[in-house]
């Protein structure tokens, strides 16, 4: 059993049904901006998922690029929500503001922070398997 893969691969289940409770259950609607960390982390539930089973450790070649993606794109969308001056390149026209914050504890820990994070685990785990498999 290869535990970096169940790792990722449980972060991906998390954030997806996260992401899922968040808009189906508490009535949140997507902004665009997490409507692309969507399409970056959803796929990954499947992918991961069928390396984990295949114990596939060559993996990390297709989930890196989208988790490394992901983080940029969250981790852009999180400065949106936190500075200030970031507010004028928000890219969110019409429908619910890229800016907004649906929830916010502890001050910092919003939605894009959850998705940064998830999405920060799931490319240390893959950078990890790159170099467990190098060495092998």
């Not at 989930?63 to 993606?69: D, F, G, Q, W």
Request: charged share 10%.
């Amino acid at each position: 059993m290869n535990k970096t893969l169940l790792a990722a691969w449980l972060t991906a289940i998390t954030a997806t049904l996260g992401s899922l409770f968040f808009s189906d259950q508490l009535g949140f609607v997507p902004c665009t901006m997490c409507w692309y960390q969507r399409i970056l982390m959803y796929p990954l539930t499947l992918v991961l998922g069928l390396a984990f089973y295949w114990n596939d450790s060559r993996i990390y070649r297709y989930v890196l690029p989208l988790s490394a993606i992901g983080m940029g794109i969250s981790g852009y969308h999180y400065a949106l929500q936190k500075v200030p001056a970031m507010k004028q390149f928000e890219m969110c026209t019409s429908g619910v503001p890229c800016s907004g914050e649906y929830i916010n504890v502890l001050s910092f820990i919003t939605i894009p922070f959850l998705s940064f994070t998830a999405f920060t685990i799931i490319t240390i785990c893959m950078s990890r398997l790159r170099k467990t498999s190098a060495s092998s």
